[in-house]
């Protein structure tokens, strides 16, 4: 019998057993001249050592008998350290709410006071990029002046990199929180299913979620992605008004540590949205649950907003370029 391995070295427990045995300490273990029962008692003590460290690598064991060959694979991984959050009893201490301001400063004072009517204790996180900025003194409030213009991932990714919960609400800064705006039931929902990193809900009844279809390509032409508008896999287990999907409505709960692993892509300034829930897919697992809602305010006349708000085919040209680019692809298609 050998075993063979690439990377690291083969060892026995109990070398004074090994007489029949060559190779101990180097890539080759041969064992021979030994029965059945001897022969299973030397393989159950075969260990295996990587001499250079790695925290995420593997390596490959072949074992060969007579004409009979059989390969099995070994995981190296440096453990982790794990990262705990103290949940407290207050919703307050689990989650923080989060939004992105940009010359809205009406919108926002509606989007606090409502914020307010239901969660008087609950912190908001603001990023604001506004060219001028005015100053917002509401307790419970911290706001991050950013230099002006510098856009919508750049200050989502502020936004979430201050947030010391759990847990982070996202929410646009023209939203209106209702009665039907239940943190506690997302929270429920993320608490029973530790796999999902991210729960979005409904805007004004809009469920809006879609699911990503990719296909890797060869290495040398990149890719192919799909992204199907309202397309979803199967139900939650014990909830049923939730469903798996890829990406999901700007209203959503998130695990703050997953979040700030895949990270908003700063480059993606005024067009953007499902770029974030493709950069994460394969890292971050999504649902959408149609019975938590949140309101939408009235859209009122901002020229001056509106300009940076509807940019031109510029914008919408660079974010594919990003795309092409960044994530090695050959081709993207919206449906």
Known sequence: ?????????????????????????????????????????????????????????GDLVHFSFELHEAVFPIAIRQPTVPVLFDMGTKISDQVTVTTKTFMRYKELKVLIRSLRQFYKDVVLIVADDSFTPEKITEENVLQYIMPGGQGWFAGRTLAVSQVTTKYFLWVDDDFLFTEKTKIEDLVEVMEATPELDVVGGSVTGNQFYFSIAYEEGDGVTGGC??????????????YPQCSIVNGVVNFFLARTDAVNRVRFDPKLKRVAHSEFFMDGLGQLMVASCGHVSIGHQPRGANAQYGRFRHPGKGDEQYKLQLHYYKNHLQCIHYG
């Open 1 to 57: 019998v050998s075993l063979q391995v690439t990377k690291g070295v083969l060892s026995l427990g109990n070398q004074s057993e090994a007489q029949s045995v060559e190779g101990v300490g180097k890539k080759l273990l041969v064992l021979e001249k030994l029965s059945l029962e001897e022969l299973n008692k030397l393989l159950a003590k075969v260990t295996y050592t990587i001499p250079v460290y790695h925290i995420h690598t």
């Open 225 to 238: 992605m799909d992204r199907k508008s309202n397309k979803k896999f199967q139900s939650l287990p014990n």
